[in-house]
């Protein structure tokens, strides 16, 4: 620890000091003392909380609100750093996890209109600074509060057990949950608070405000690993540290994991500012936002850079980090060359498409087997016929004469043998419905960037998502317009025939799992027409969301004989499994499509090139990340379902119904890997004699490639697994030395005449 050394910093933002900054310090510190939080001089003591300076923190990072305003704040912050110290004294030094659990969901207790008598500093200092924050905001911006209050204090448990059984997260994972347990997108919220800048509520979901708000927590959270690195790894025995986590992960130095550290902070800065400046400006313009409600959301974002600047300047100040040994540039900014053209800056346009490669996927790790569906060959007839019927081989308006698809491609693509895995209990009529949705979704994401992409028509891109929205009413009983083309003809034959068995909360989610597929599509045309290659953090993410949580939800409650309650569905462990799978399945696509998208098609989106771009490496180099990152999700997948999911079913006393609709549930998802893993290796659509097969015009493949997106709304299509049982997790280890050679493609026969 003694050679430990801070990196150069990006700082775009220039700090500044609320003059009321005495009086906070002042306010503060009798406020902690009425609390009780310097009761115990082994937590904190009046000299400790001066030292950490939270009212100097305050004062940087809410340079524009009033005295009482920073006052409340202060109070917050002072609150939510004792609760971590007095969490970290109570029950990370000697492990108590069910006394932990139950300290921590008494907490929810006390952000309340009522709440009862608190039992210690923790629950006396939320019951005040509750009542003192919520009246003067609206109802919506206080559920949002409560849930990312909720998230902080609950997600200690993850580096509670992250201490108990010596395990170092994998990068994904340590990411997702680093943003829940650090604290930040609560920041955010009291940012809204302290610059009077509440989002509109039809806004705060939407993906510009969410990327801002992520972007700010990520690095507010890889600024704070680095400067607590040598405290909280050296001297508290912490897990949960992004610079550790890249030791452990790329086998590499500490000064190296430094660095990759603060090049992720610069990535995610950089994606702050291109997320204000070309996104912020399109959904005013798509939602028709009014003037007023454009400043609040201006004064977020510079509420949000006010808050990255003063923090840097309140880390360098105060006791409890690691003090930097340079010093910021004029005005407290510093900004270089290598901080404009490296990971996130100009580097991200510099990708020169179509440029040839030479690559071979590896042997991916599967402990999983596949089984097939005894109707496979009925499915592989039926979805050349649907497509004909839809009018997927006729010429696109506007295009030459080659259509996106030929039948051939259709046949060689083998879409059935997919969903045969995904599904192999399903009915003959469940598979082709479930196969004609893979397809509809694979047909989408070729469409898109044929159609729009090469004109750079986001426009017109966004009108059709429109459009298409209208084929999925909730109210079978009302008729959209008809169909003008075939991905709408598609949409308009399969929703109906999905839609009207499922009652209306299944039906919901199953519309938003589609329309968030959809917005996908006009997500990876942005990027192509800004020429620009994704964050990785933002590229996974946007990878998962294309069939993400909700679809997850969706799957489980559309399932037949499924019982699983929201406190499980909502669970860190039954989320964790969920995205470990997507991530999987999205990185499987990702190798063996890599060829095809960037020598053949020009793409940006796929993570061999992201990393490729963030590491600047080579493909092989990047092709082994992104192995690596394979695996170690799916090392997450099994000890989650071999340990922490059981553990988790014990503690909310689970019954029979509920144990066996969560083991179907892990079965879908073991399923699913296996099955896209198969598909891929023996899919003739990412073979180069394919690619370049006449008379198949040039097309192009979507953010969510094979269809994952698709594969899940096939998942969800069929109405899965009834009574099955779960397979056990291998115990299958990957080999120290080579790995086995990858199996010739090959496609099953299709028992069709190809045209």
Excluded at 169 to 194: D, F, M, Q, T
Excluded at 417 to 433: F, K, N, Q, V, W
Excluded at 544 to 558: I, P, Q, W, Y
Aim: aromatic residues 10%.
């Amino acid at each position: 620890m003694a050679d430990y050394r801070l990196p150069d910093f990006y700082l775009p933002y220039p700090p500044r000091l609320n003059p009321h900054l005495e009086t906070a310090r002042a306010h503060s510190r009798a406020w902690a003392a009425e609390m009780g939080m310097l009761d115990d001089p082994d937590i904190w003591d009046e000299q400790r909380l001066d030292a950490m300076d939270y009212g100097l923190m305050c004062a940087y990072t809410h340079p524009d609100c009033t005295s009482d305003e920073l006052d409340l704040i202060t109070d917050w912050y002072v609150w939510v750093f004792f609760f971590d110290d007095h969490f970290l004294e109570t029950f990370k030094r000697s492990p108590d996890i069910t006394g932990a659990q139950d300290y921590l969901d008494r907490l929810d207790a006390f952000m309340a209109d009522d709440p009862p008598e608190p039992g210690n500093p923790v629950e006396r200092g939320l019951a005040d600074l509750w009542a003192r924050t919520v009246p003067a905001m609206s109802d919506a911006w206080r559920r949002r509060f409560g849930h990312v209050t909720r998230d902080l204090t609950q997600e200690s448990m993850w580096e509670l057990f992250h201490i108990e059984s010596g395990a170092v997260s994998n990068p994904i994972e340590y990411i997702e949950e680093r943003r829940k347990v650090g604290g930040a997108p609560w920041s955010a919220a009291l940012v809204e608070h302290a610059a009077g800048a509440e989002l509109p509520a039809r806004l705060a979901g939407t993906r510009p405000i969410r990327v801002l708000t992520e972007t700010f927590a990520d690095a507010v959270h890889l600024r704070n690993d680095l400067f607590s690195y040598e405290r909280e790894v050296g001297q508290e025995g912490e897990l949960s540290n992004c610079v550790l986590v890249c030791e452990r992960f790329f086998g590499c130095d500490t000064g190296r994991a430094v660095e990759i550290t603060n090049d992720l902070l610069t990535s995610r800065l950089h994606l702050f500012e291109y997320t204000t400046l070309s996104e912020l400006p399109a959904l005013f313009a798509e939602e028709g936002v009014a003037p007023h409600e454009q400043e609040r959301v201006l004064r977020y974002v510079k509420g949000l850079q006010d808050w990255q600047a003063g923090g840097h300047a309140w880390h360098t100040a105060s006791s409890r980090y690691t003090k930097t040994r340079g010093s910021a540039g004029a005005f407290g900014l510093n900004v270089s060359r290598a901080h404009l053209t490296g990971p996130g800056g100009l580097r991200n346009h510099a990708h020169v498409p179509y440029t040839p490669v030479s690559v071979r996927p590896p042997q991916p790790y599967m402990p999983f087997q596949v089984r097939d569906n005894p109707h496979l060959d009925r499915a592989r007839v039926a979805v050349v016929e649907w497509c004909a019927a839809m009018g997927f081989f006729d010429p696109v308006h506007g295009l030459p004469a080659t259509p996106v698809w030929t039948r051939r491609q259709l046949v060689v693509m083998d879409l059935a043998l997919c969903a045969s895995g995904i599904a192999p209990d399903a009915t003959a009529d469940e598979l082709i419905r479930g196969t004609n949705w893979l397809a509809w979704g694979t047909y989408g994401d070729d469409y898109y960037p044929r159609v729009y992409g090469t004109a750079r028509d986001l426009t017109g891109a966004k009108l059709a998502n429109r459009r298409l929205k209208t084929f999925m009413p909730l109210d079978l009983s009302s008729y959209p317009d008809l169909p003008r083309d075939a991905i709408e003809r598609g949409l308009a034959d399969l929703w109906p025939r999905t839609a009207g068995p499922l009652p209306m909360e299944a039906r919901r989610a199953f519309r938003a799992a589609v329309e968030d597929m959809i917005d996908s599509w006009t997500w990876e045309l942005t990027g192509l027409a800004h020429h620009r290659v994704p964050d990785p953090v933002d590229y996974i993410e946007m990878r998962r969301r294309t069939f993400g949580s909700d679809m997850t939800m969706a799957l489980a409650r559309l399932a037949p004989g499924r019982c699983i309650p929201a406190e499980v569905r909502r669970s860190r462990e039954f989320l964790g499994i969920t995205n470990a799978a997507q991530d999987y399945g999205c990185l499987v696509n990702d190798l063996f499509s890599y060829k095809k998208e960037i020598e053949y098609e020009g793409e940006f989106h796929n993570s061999v090139l992201v990393m490729q771009n963030f590491f600047d490496c080579g493909p092989d180099e990047a092709i082994a990340i992104v192995d690596a990152l394979m695996t170690s999700r799916m090392r997450q997948f099994e000890q989650i379902t071999a340990t922490d999911l059981p553990a988790l079913l014990d503690r909310v006393a689970a019954g029979d119904d509920v144990r066996e609709s969560v083991a179907a549930y892990v079965t879908d998802l073991e399923n699913w890997m296996a099955a896209v893993l198969r598909w891929h290796q023996r899919t003739r659509r990412y073979v180069e004699e394919e690619l370049s097969h006449p008379p198949a015009a040039r097309w192009t493949q979507g953010p969510t490639g094979l269809g994952t997106a698709t594969a899940r709304l096939l998942a969800t299509a069929f109405a899965l697994g009834p009574g099955a049982s779960p397979a056990t997790p291998s115990s299958v280890v990957l080999p120290a030395g080579p790995r086995p050679p990858k199996p010739e493609p090959s496609v099953e026969s299709a028992s069709l005449e190809v045209a």
